[in-house]
């Protein structure tokens, strides 16, 4: 039996013809039982019925297909393409055609749904953008036009707002410069520098550049026990820093007081090293976990005001780690804690 989903024009028409001439030339055989003439009968009409049928085929149907061909791919054929397309590349059956409009339709859905996202996604990182710049901005606008007004003449009042106005002045900075940091790295256009250093001995350096900030809280930093063995990565040693630095500042500011923040690093699989850091801190509920690194995404957006930080902070180290060609991940679990992993190049020999 024959499938005709797959038929090309031809063989369409050439049943068509044949279902056609077939009976006739029957009917002719049986009132003039003449094979010779029933015979030609049937060439006749099977060859006149074949033409007649693959041109209103192609005139009409194939016509609209090459239109909708035209609109989904969006491309102009030169002379010699339509000339190749018609005589000589064999033509494709109804049923190619119906799985390559299916196909298109799919992409286009897909392109459709990211689309809308990007634009929920768009009209969310201005309006974030929007208040991290106005939050400073207005804020050294009070304190200015504060001072013009006559508290510029009292010296504990000016002082103090100056001061005031020289720490939004540094918020600003640090945004400014981390949008500029962030933009480089999804453009490509932060070279990295990578050499061979002990995991461990950078997260010391960050511990100890930190540990102000963890006494205030009285935050216990460690090295899981079990990790103390030296492991080597191949990576771009100050960008890696910045990631420790960024993962450890978060959980310094959402870890609890008198908790613990723990670093540990894995051999995965002798081309890779897990690192991992982790606190015992509030957790992160499980709708946003799919978000976290988002430029200004904020879980608890008023209380991620009052501790501070761009809220670029994950998304740099998301990008920093990708530039590795790496994946850095989170888990979480409310009023258990957070870890983020991240994975890196195991020690490179030298050649």
């Known amino acids: 039996m024959f499938l005709t989903k797959s038929l090309s024009p031809q063989q369409l028409s050439a049943i068509t013809a044949a279902i056609i001439a077939i009976p006739i030339s029957t009917a002719i055989y049986y009132f003039h039982p003449v094979w010779l003439i029933s015979v030609i009968a049937l060439i006749i009409i099977f060859t006149g019925s074949y033409g007649l049928i693959l041109f209103m085929v192609q005139r009409f149907v194939y016509r609209k297909i090459k239109l909708i061909y035209k609109l989904i791919y969006q491309t102009k054929a030169s002379k010699r393409e339509e000339f190749y397309y018609k005589n000589i590349l064999p033509q494709k059956s109804i049923d190619e055609v119906r799985k390559d ?117 009285q935050i216990r930093l460690v090295i899981k026990k079990g990790c103390e063995v030296t492991l080597t990565v191949f990576a771009d040693k100050e960008k890696i820093r910045q990631v420790f ?34 606190d015992d801190g509030n957790g992160i509920a499980e709708e946003h976990l799919g978000r976290i690194f988002e430029r200004f995404y904020r879980t608890d957006v008023a209380r991620s005001r009052k501790v501070g930080g761009s809220g670029l902070g994950l998304a740099i180290c998301k990008h920093i780690v990708e530039a590795h060609q790496q994946a850095i991940h989170v888990r979480s679990t409310i009023d258990v804690g957070t870890t983020f992993g991240f994975t890196l190049e195991s020690k490179k020999d030298a050649n």
């Open 101 to 217: 409009v299916e196909t298109w339709a799919e992409q286009r859905k897909a392109e459709i749904e990211l689309l809308k996202k990007n634009e929920i996604y768009r009209k969310e990182f201005l309006q974030n953008l929007s208040h991290e710049l106005k939050t400073p901005i207005f804020a050294i606008q009070g304190y200015v036009d504060t001072l013009i007004n006559g508290a510029l003449e009292n010296p504990e009042v000016n002082k103090k707002f100056l001061n005031s106005t020289s720490r939004n002045i540094d918020r600003l900075v640090n945004l400014v410069d981390d949008l500029d940091e962030i933009s480089k790295l999804e453009r490509g256009e932060q070279q990295l520098y990578k050499e061979n250093f002990v995991v461990q001995e950078l997260v010391k350096d960050v511990y100890e550049s930190l540990l102000i900030k963890a006494e205030k809280k």
């Open 245 to 278: 630095i960024n993962l450890v500042e978060n959980s310094i500011k959402y870890g609890k007081q008198n908790g613990t923040i723990e670093a540990s690093a894995y051999k995965i699989d002798g081309k890779r090293i897990l690192i991992e850091i982790s």
